[in-house]
């Protein structure tokens, strides 16, 4: 069996109870950078441990290639756990890999995880909804270019009030600043930069659209961006 597994934020008490089963079990572990490391040591003995990491979009591996070694192991192997940090569908290419499998008639299991761009900010007591804050949320992907004319993100839409979850996006930060000032948001609009969410080295910066730059120069990934109201919670619940 191949199980397409969800990771967690980063906290390795995180991770499902279904995770570590089948983790467990597992006879090879295909992960990703972001899946913590310690998850690893819940492998049995002998586990084989095959890294197919990515940084912030960049591939180490091309994805077809991270196909291919996944189906070659589930050929040699009972159990194969492919894991990925937080959710597997959500920005982790999960999707393909399923959709790989499935043409491929291989037989396989979704394990979904707790995505980052929930857990990360209610871990620095942000909550991404908030009955008369925030009524909804987005999760956007910060890896596109807000400047490119032609984008599949409605930047535009980003005028109302609801919470905007960046993830890859720490390094395009300026330019995700500049282009919501430009579509209407005011230049004191909350927002946070938080780094290694829920792990002991986590951080959270807190600021507005005029000063994250600078008050969050230094922070390493992972990190997210939270755009929104929801963001002053931060003080009163953290
Ligand atoms: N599938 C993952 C997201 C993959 S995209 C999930 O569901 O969480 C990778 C991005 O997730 C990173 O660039 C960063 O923006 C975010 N991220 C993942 N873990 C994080 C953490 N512990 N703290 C802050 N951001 C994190």
Redesign the pocket.
Known sequence: MIYLT?AG??DVELLTVKALKAIEKADVIIYDR?ANPKILDKGKEGVKLIYVGKE?GRHTLPQSEINQVIYDSSKKYENVVRL?????F???RGGEEAIFLKEKGMEFEIIP?I???IS?PASFGIPVTHRGVSPSFRVVT?HEDPTKKESLVDWESFKTDETIV?????HKLEKIVKKLIEVGKSKDYPCCV??????KE?KCVVGDLSNIVSKSKGLE????IVVGKVVDLNSLIF
Do not use: N
């Open positions: 969800g934020p980063g972001l912030d990925k940090g937080g959710d597997p959500v920005f982790g995880g995505t980052s761009a990360v910060g960046f993830l890859m996006g720490f938080i780094s290694k969410g829920t792990t986590g990934t992972p990190a997210l």
